[in-house]
């Protein structure tokens, strides 16, 4: 059985740092990343990696402040977030795929329960 364990979120002022980690479990996947999903709005792509990481993407709102990595031997995917801005509010999920790494939501095959991550002005 197939679980992703998140763990991190917080509250934090802007202009912090916080880390995400999710861990997966039950198999290993080609492509990890992270998605957030604010109040009122739909779940959009942050960021993703490829399993030998030399596939990374980033979205435009977060690139320069947030760096995604993985510990493959754990089988864990990290995201360290900084420079926060009230702007990244929002419950960061993690997600797994089994066909590579891509922007689009319809790909990833599994997904965290999700960790709140608020940002204060």
Not at 56 to 85: E, H, P, W
């Amino acid at each position: 059985q197939v679980q992703l364990v998140e763990a991190g979120g917080g509250l934090v002022q802007a202009g912090g740092s916080l880390r995400l980690s999710c861990a997966a479990s039950g198999r290993t996947f080609s492509g990890m990343g992270w998605f957030r999903q604010a109040p009122g709005k739909e779940r959009e792509f942050v960021t993703a990696m490829g399993w030998s990481g030399g596939s990374t993407l980033y979205a435009d709102s977060v690139k320069g402040r947030f760096t995604i990595s993985r510990d493959n031997a754990k089988n864990t995917v990290y995201l360290q977030m900084n420079s926060l801005k009230p702007e990244d509010t929002a419950v960061y999920y993690c997600a797994a795929s089994s066909r590579g790494v891509f922007r689009h939501l319809g790909v990833w095959d599994y997904w965290g329960q999700g960790t709140q991550v608020t940002v204060s002005s």
